[in-house]
Protein backbone atom coordinates (compact mmCIF):
# COMPACT_ATOMS: atom_id res chain seq x y z
CA UNK A 1 0.00 0.00 0.00
CA UNK A 2 1.35 3.48 -0.96
CA UNK A 3 2.46 5.50 2.00
CA UNK A 4 -0.29 8.36 2.32
CA UNK A 5 1.48 11.61 1.19
CA UNK A 6 1.38 14.79 4.00
CA UNK A 7 -0.77 17.57 3.65
CA UNK A 8 0.53 20.84 1.61
CA UNK A 9 -2.11 22.53 3.04
CA UNK A 10 -2.92 23.39 6.65
CA UNK A 11 -5.45 25.96 8.61
CA UNK A 12 -5.77 28.27 11.81
CA UNK A 13 -9.30 29.02 12.78
CA UNK A 14 -8.68 32.73 14.44
CA UNK A 15 -13.31 33.04 15.96
CA UNK A 16 -14.75 33.71 12.04
CA UNK A 17 -11.82 34.11 10.39
CA UNK A 18 -9.95 31.03 8.26
CA UNK A 19 -6.12 30.78 7.75
CA UNK A 20 -5.53 28.57 4.70
CA UNK A 21 -1.88 28.27 4.58
CA UNK A 22 0.70 27.03 1.45
CA UNK A 23 2.50 24.10 3.97
CA UNK A 24 5.78 23.11 1.77
CA UNK A 25 8.03 25.64 3.22
CA UNK A 26 11.02 23.46 2.34
CA UNK A 27 10.10 23.98 -1.32
CA UNK A 28 9.01 27.54 -1.00
CA UNK A 29 5.41 26.25 -1.37
CA UNK A 30 5.41 25.61 -4.66
CA UNK A 31 2.56 24.39 -6.33
CA UNK A 32 1.67 21.04 -7.25
CA UNK A 33 -1.43 19.37 -8.35
CA UNK A 34 -1.97 17.31 -5.18
CA UNK A 35 -1.72 20.86 -3.42
CA UNK A 36 -4.58 22.43 -5.92
CA UNK A 37 -6.57 19.69 -5.42
CA UNK A 38 -6.24 19.73 -1.58
CA UNK A 39 -6.73 23.44 -1.80
CA UNK A 40 -10.05 23.39 -3.75
CA UNK A 41 -11.22 20.85 -1.35
CA UNK A 42 -10.47 22.90 1.50
CA UNK A 43 -12.21 26.26 0.11
CA UNK A 44 -15.57 24.10 -0.87
CA UNK A 45 -15.60 23.51 2.72
CA UNK A 46 -15.18 26.94 4.00
CA UNK A 47 -17.32 28.74 1.60
CA UNK A 48 -20.20 26.49 2.63
CA UNK A 49 -19.69 26.72 6.31
CA UNK A 50 -21.96 29.25 8.29
CA UNK A 51 -18.86 29.93 11.02
CA UNK A 52 -16.44 31.19 8.59
CA UNK A 53 -16.56 34.77 7.38
CA UNK A 54 -13.16 35.23 5.99
CA UNK A 55 -10.94 32.92 4.28
CA UNK A 56 -7.52 34.62 4.38
CA UNK A 57 -4.67 32.49 2.16
CA UNK A 58 -0.69 32.58 2.66
CA UNK A 59 2.35 30.52 2.97
CA UNK A 60 4.25 28.98 5.51
CA UNK A 61 7.77 30.00 5.98
CA UNK A 62 9.37 32.66 3.66
CA UNK A 63 7.17 32.64 0.89
CA UNK A 64 3.54 33.00 -0.22
CA UNK A 65 4.37 30.40 -3.04
CA UNK A 66 7.28 30.09 -5.95
CA UNK A 67 4.58 29.20 -8.06
CA UNK A 68 4.44 25.79 -9.92
CA UNK A 69 6.96 23.13 -8.53
CA UNK A 70 8.31 22.04 -12.07
CA UNK A 71 9.22 19.05 -11.24
CA UNK A 72 5.25 18.48 -11.51
CA UNK A 73 5.60 18.79 -14.64
CA UNK A 74 7.81 15.53 -15.10
CA UNK A 75 8.60 14.37 -18.84
CA UNK A 76 5.34 15.70 -20.35
CA UNK A 77 5.74 17.62 -23.10
CA UNK A 78 4.23 21.02 -22.82
CA UNK A 79 2.27 22.20 -26.14
CA UNK A 80 1.38 25.41 -27.14
CA UNK A 81 3.70 26.81 -23.06
CA UNK A 82 0.65 25.50 -21.29
CA UNK A 83 1.45 23.52 -18.46
CA UNK A 84 -1.42 21.21 -18.88
CA UNK A 85 -5.04 20.05 -17.56
CA UNK A 86 -3.27 18.26 -14.61
CA UNK A 87 -2.29 21.80 -13.37
CA UNK A 88 -4.58 23.58 -15.06
CA UNK A 89 -7.87 22.17 -14.13
CA UNK A 90 -8.11 22.27 -10.35
CA UNK A 91 -6.18 25.52 -10.64
CA UNK A 92 -9.04 27.18 -12.01
CA UNK A 93 -11.29 25.43 -9.70
CA UNK A 94 -8.89 27.17 -6.78
CA UNK A 95 -9.24 30.76 -8.66
CA UNK A 96 -13.04 30.42 -8.91
CA UNK A 97 -13.55 29.48 -5.42
CA UNK A 98 -11.43 32.18 -4.25
CA UNK A 99 -13.10 34.77 -6.59
CA UNK A 100 -16.68 33.47 -5.93
CA UNK A 101 -17.19 31.99 -2.68
CA UNK A 102 -19.63 33.94 -0.77
CA UNK A 103 -17.11 35.13 1.78
CA UNK A 104 -13.97 37.20 1.40
CA UNK A 105 -10.81 36.23 0.65
CA UNK A 106 -7.63 38.03 1.50
CA UNK A 107 -4.08 37.10 -0.16
CA UNK A 108 -1.65 37.46 2.86
CA UNK A 109 1.73 37.22 0.49
CA UNK A 110 4.27 37.23 3.02
CA UNK A 111 7.10 36.58 1.01
CA UNK A 112 8.08 35.18 -2.85
CA UNK A 113 4.86 35.22 -4.91
CA UNK A 114 5.53 34.03 -8.64
CA UNK A 115 3.30 33.51 -11.36
CA UNK A 116 1.10 30.50 -10.52
CA UNK A 117 0.64 31.85 -6.55
CA UNK A 118 0.34 35.75 -8.34
CA UNK A 119 -2.67 34.04 -10.54
CA UNK A 120 -4.06 32.84 -7.01
CA UNK A 121 -3.44 35.81 -5.02
CA UNK A 122 -5.13 37.84 -7.98
CA UNK A 123 -8.34 35.74 -7.45
CA UNK A 124 -8.66 37.16 -3.91
CA UNK A 125 -10.96 40.00 -3.24
CA UNK A 126 -8.00 42.03 -1.28
CA UNK A 127 -4.25 41.58 -2.02
CA UNK A 128 -2.26 42.55 1.21
CA UNK A 129 1.88 42.27 0.48
CA UNK A 130 4.76 42.51 2.97
CA UNK A 131 6.95 45.31 2.32
CA UNK A 132 9.48 43.06 1.12
CA UNK A 133 7.59 40.90 -0.70
CA UNK A 134 8.59 39.68 -4.31
CA UNK A 135 6.14 39.34 -7.02
CA UNK A 136 6.60 38.84 -10.55
CA UNK A 137 4.71 37.09 -13.40
CA UNK A 138 7.69 34.74 -15.18
CA UNK A 139 5.42 32.99 -17.68
CA UNK A 140 7.49 34.32 -20.61
CA UNK A 141 10.54 33.91 -18.73
CA UNK A 142 9.82 30.10 -19.08
CA UNK A 143 7.97 30.07 -22.10
CA UNK A 144 5.04 29.04 -20.70
CA UNK A 145 1.66 31.32 -21.25
CA UNK A 146 -0.89 32.05 -18.56
CA UNK A 147 -3.39 29.62 -17.96
CA UNK A 148 -5.31 30.59 -14.62
CA UNK A 149 -6.26 33.76 -14.79
CA UNK A 150 -3.21 36.59 -15.29
CA UNK A 151 -4.10 37.78 -18.72
CA UNK A 152 -7.35 38.65 -17.15
CA UNK A 153 -7.52 39.94 -13.93
CA UNK A 154 -2.96 41.47 -13.77
CA UNK A 155 -4.46 44.22 -16.32
CA UNK A 156 -7.60 44.73 -14.41
CA UNK A 157 -5.46 45.32 -10.84
CA UNK A 158 -2.75 47.94 -12.48
CA UNK A 159 -3.83 48.80 -16.04
CA UNK A 160 -3.26 47.30 -19.11
CA UNK A 161 0.29 49.30 -19.76
CA UNK A 162 1.74 47.96 -16.25
CA UNK A 163 0.57 44.37 -16.75
CA UNK A 164 2.33 44.32 -20.23
CA UNK A 165 5.50 45.86 -18.71
CA UNK A 166 5.42 43.30 -16.18
CA UNK A 167 4.59 40.35 -17.91
CA UNK A 168 6.97 40.95 -21.23
CA UNK A 169 10.05 41.92 -19.09
CA UNK A 170 9.14 38.95 -16.27
CA UNK A 171 10.72 41.41 -14.15
CA UNK A 172 10.21 40.85 -10.10
CA UNK A 173 8.33 43.74 -8.16
CA UNK A 174 8.27 44.83 -4.47
CA UNK A 175 5.16 44.55 -2.06
CA UNK A 176 5.67 48.38 -2.04
CA UNK A 177 5.62 48.71 -5.94
CA UNK A 178 2.53 46.32 -5.21
CA UNK A 179 0.51 48.69 -3.45
CA UNK A 180 1.91 51.82 -5.16
CA UNK A 181 0.14 50.15 -8.43
CA UNK A 182 -3.18 49.14 -7.03
CA UNK A 183 -2.45 45.36 -7.05
CA UNK A 184 -2.20 45.31 -3.50
CA UNK A 185 -4.61 47.41 -1.03
CA UNK A 186 -1.48 47.69 1.55
CA UNK A 187 2.16 47.13 1.78
CA UNK A 188 2.57 46.47 5.67
CA UNK A 189 6.27 46.17 7.29
CA UNK A 190 7.42 42.58 8.21
CA UNK A 191 7.22 43.20 11.64
CA UNK A 192 3.73 44.15 12.03
CA UNK A 193 2.07 41.97 8.80
CA UNK A 194 0.86 39.66 10.83
CA UNK A 195 -1.23 41.34 13.24
CA UNK A 196 -2.12 43.82 10.53
CA UNK A 197 -3.70 41.51 8.33
CA UNK A 198 -5.20 39.72 11.24
CA UNK A 199 -6.99 42.84 12.33
CA UNK A 200 -8.02 44.01 8.57
CA UNK A 201 -9.91 39.97 9.03
CA UNK A 202 -11.64 40.79 11.77
CA UNK A 203 -12.97 44.19 10.65
CA UNK A 204 -14.13 42.66 7.87
CA UNK A 205 -15.79 39.46 9.59
CA UNK A 206 -17.17 42.46 11.80
CA UNK A 207 -19.77 43.47 9.15
CA UNK A 208 -23.10 41.75 7.83
CA UNK A 209 -22.02 38.47 6.04
CA UNK A 210 -24.88 38.56 3.22
CA UNK A 211 -23.90 42.26 2.61
CA UNK A 212 -20.18 41.51 2.69
CA UNK A 213 -21.05 38.70 -0.11
CA UNK A 214 -23.72 41.28 -1.69
CA UNK A 215 -20.82 43.60 -2.33
CA UNK A 216 -18.52 41.51 -3.46
CA UNK A 217 -20.69 39.69 -6.26
CA UNK A 218 -21.60 43.29 -7.40
CA UNK A 219 -18.40 44.33 -7.64
CA UNK A 220 -17.16 41.42 -9.14
CA UNK A 221 -20.27 40.94 -12.05
CA UNK A 222 -20.01 44.87 -13.21
CA UNK A 223 -16.45 43.87 -13.64
CA UNK A 224 -15.93 44.60 -17.67
CA UNK A 225 -18.92 46.63 -17.87
CA UNK A 226 -19.92 50.40 -19.61
CA UNK A 227 -20.56 52.78 -16.53
CA UNK A 228 -24.66 52.42 -17.86
CA UNK A 229 -24.59 48.48 -17.30
CA UNK A 230 -22.86 48.10 -14.38
CA UNK A 231 -25.67 50.65 -12.63
CA UNK A 232 -28.75 48.79 -14.33
CA UNK A 233 -27.10 46.13 -12.76
CA UNK A 234 -26.82 47.06 -9.20
CA UNK A 235 -30.24 48.34 -9.29
CA UNK A 236 -31.34 45.30 -10.62
CA UNK A 237 -30.15 43.00 -8.03
CA UNK A 238 -32.10 41.56 -4.90
CA UNK A 239 -30.33 40.03 -2.09
CA UNK A 240 -31.19 38.88 1.27
CA UNK A 241 -30.06 40.63 4.16
CA UNK A 242 -31.34 39.19 7.15
CA UNK A 243 -29.47 41.27 9.79
CA UNK A 244 -30.33 44.81 8.71
CA UNK A 245 -33.27 45.93 11.06
CA UNK A 246 -31.01 44.15 14.01
CA UNK A 247 -28.06 46.38 12.76
CA UNK A 248 -29.50 49.54 12.21
CA UNK A 249 -31.92 49.75 15.37
CA UNK A 250 -29.86 51.35 17.58
CA UNK A 251 -29.99 54.63 15.27
CA UNK A 252 -33.76 54.48 14.06
Not at 27 to 47: F, H, K, Q, S, Y
Not at 80 to 104: C, E, F, H, I, Q
Not at 223 to 248: K, N, Q
Request: with cysteine; glycine share 8%; proline share 5%.
Amino acid sequence: MAEPQPSAVSLRSDGPVTTVVLDRPDALNAITPAMLVELGDVLDRLAVDPAVRVVVLTGAGRAFSAGVDLKALGERSLEGGKVGDVLDLPARRVTGLLSGMPKATIAAVNGFCFTGALELALACDIVVCAEDAKLADTHAKWGLRPTWGMSVRLPAAVGAARARELSLTARTFSGVEAAAWGLAARALPRERFADEVAALAAEIAANSVAAVAAAKELQRDVAGRTVEEGLALEAARSYMIPDTEDRLAGFR
